[in-house]
Nanobody, 120 residues
Framework: QVQLVESGGGLVQAGGSLRLTCSAS????????MGWFRQAPGKEREFVAA???????AYADPVKGRFTISRDSAKNMVYLQMNSLKPEDTAVYYC??????????????WGQGTQVTVSS
């Protein structure tokens, strides 16, 4: 069973940057797509970014050009570099393991989340 742990969240001013890290223990994730999601208070969880097993990436429109997802398969880690942060980026951010090598809507392991708060 894979365990995912997110880190790197915190409080940052608008325009600032944060780098989230998802550390995975257990089986290697090199053959799986990985995704980042977020959930703001009172809102449903939403897709942020995904990376395929061969490192093709996809982004939600609100974060395109500001966020970058990457992975280090040797370390079993996935990253989310977040630049030009806005108050509307405030949310709990979750890392998730995809069931397949390419991003789909099927994710079968989730981390506990890390809080990102962007002040105006």
């Amino acid at each position: 069973q894979v365990q995912l742990v997110e880190s790197g969240g915190g409080l940052v001013q608008a325009g600032g940057s944060l780098r989230l890290t998802c550390s995975a223990s257990g089986p290697a994730l090199s053959g799986n797509a990985m995704g980042w999601f977020r959930q703001a208070p009172g809102k449903e969880r939403e897709f942020v970014a995904a990376i395929s097993a061969n490192s093709n990436t996809a982004y939600a429109d609100p974060v395109k050009g500001r966020f970058t997802i990457s992975r280090d398969s040797a370390k079993n880690m996935v990253y989310l570099q977040m630049n030009s942060l806005k108050p509307e980026d405030t949310a709990v951010y979750y890392c998730a393991k995809g069931k397949y090598a390419i991003p789909t809507t099927h994710y079968d392991n989730w981390g506990q989340g890390t809080q990102v708060t962007v002040s105006s």
